[in-house]
């Protein structure tokens, strides 16, 4: 399992998203089981940066753009494409869902 330091990420959550507590603790337990691909964006958000990431053509950015939300969501997103059967197919699914979305 992924370890990290939970208590900054229950904060850093709470003040990103302006959620409680008890709404934020269960995205913590989340984030222990990402993709471990996911996993160094998640430290470097923890250290305070907003890294960029693409897998297949999904970025950050495009998910942002789309479909707003905290970083933590962007990497929840990200999360479901890769963790399919198919992740590309997945991604370019997703890319042209997006796209259709003004």
Same mark, same amino acid.
């Not at 008890?22 to 984030?31: D, F, H, K, V």
């Not at 964006?41 to 923890?46: K, N, R, S, T, V």
């Not at 940066?49 to 905290?70: C, D, Q």
């Not at 999360?79 to 997945?90: F, Q, R, S, T, V």
């Given at each position: 399992?992924? =370890? ?13 998203? *302006?959620?409680?507590? $008890? ?13 471990? $691909?996911?996993r ?38 990200? *999360?479901?494409?890769? =963790? =399919? *059967?198919d992740? =590309? ?14």
């Amino acid at each position: 399992m992924f =370890e990290f330091d939970e208590e900054k990420a229950l904060r850093k959550l709470m003040s990103e998203a *302006d959620e409680s507590e $008890r709404l934020a603790s269960p995205a913590i337990e989340s984030l222990k089981k990402v993709d471990e $691909r996911l996993r160094p964006y998640i430290l470097a958000w923890l250290d305070g940066e907003t890294p960029s990431f693409e897998f297949y053509g999904v970025s950050l950015e495009i998910i942002h753009k789309k479909e707003g939300g905290t970083f933590i969501d962007a990497i929840f997103r990200m *999360d479901c494409i890769l =963790e =399919e *059967d198919d992740p =590309e197919a997945e991604a370019k699914e997703y890319l042209e869902r997006v796209f259709y979305i003004k």
